[in-house]
């Protein structure tokens, strides 16, 4: 009887244990599965050979859309001012083409590495876009190889299609460097302000440019006929002293 009852006694003294075990267990994983979610900085997951090939990726599409594009634009826009020497005409044209040569280059390495080096899920705009935007450059590149001849209906057409797809390539590319930066942010929980200022400010400058050498011709135009009237009106008045001075002269000999 005793060893009965000592028996009993040691089992109420143990059943509490598992019962407490199981409690904590049941606790802690209430915790666990109720806990924050790690919120630490992507950028210090990211490798950091990673995170300098996305800075390389994006300073090279920014030189080649922001930058090179842009001048290749502006270049052939200038060459539209009449009375511009051969030479100008040359060094213009070939200023468009050199720059637009290295920006397909400066693209097609960044798509490259891109493709190569990202995860291209493709579940961003500025992925989304990169790819339509990398298209239509090369095909930009290959249609202005194929420049008909002048003074017929194929060159007609042909300006205007080169035109239109130089025209979307502009535009893409500046929208993808936005986007670009704001995937930049996403990805390394860094900011991009001070560089979306910067591309800002350069962008105000080269349409401002743009505008500029649009209104050139006009404004030349205007300063040639400002001297033009200036050196008529010289003449006009440099006529009737010139009439007086033969008058002086005609009655200074018929008082003689």
Known sequence: METHQLFVSILLVLLPLPLCSSQENTRSLAIDVNSPLDTSPISQKLNP??????????????ASMGVLMPIGIISIRLMSIKGQPLICFRRLFFLHVTSQMVAVIIVTIGAVMSIKNFNNSFNNHHQRLGVGLYAIVWFQALFGFLRPSRGGKARR????????????????????????????????????KLW???????????VMLYLFQDKWSYIQSQT??????????????????????????KLALEKC
């Open 224 to 249: 040639n006929r400002t001297q033009s009237v200036d050196h008529n009106s010289n003449i006009s008045t440099a006529e009737p002293s010139q009439g007086d001075e033969v008058e002086e002269t």
């Open 196 to 206: 979306t200022i910067l591309f800002t400010a350069q962008l105000a400058a080269f």
């Open 49 to 62: 050979k990673l995170v300098y090939e996305i800075k390389v990726h994006g300073f090279m599409l920014w």
């Open 157 to 192: 057409n042909w300006f205007v299609g080169h035109w239109i797809l130089g025209t979307s390539v502009a535009i893409l590319g500046i929208i993808n460097i936005y986007t670009g930066l704001n995937a930049y942010t996403q990805k390394t929980s860094k900011g991009a």
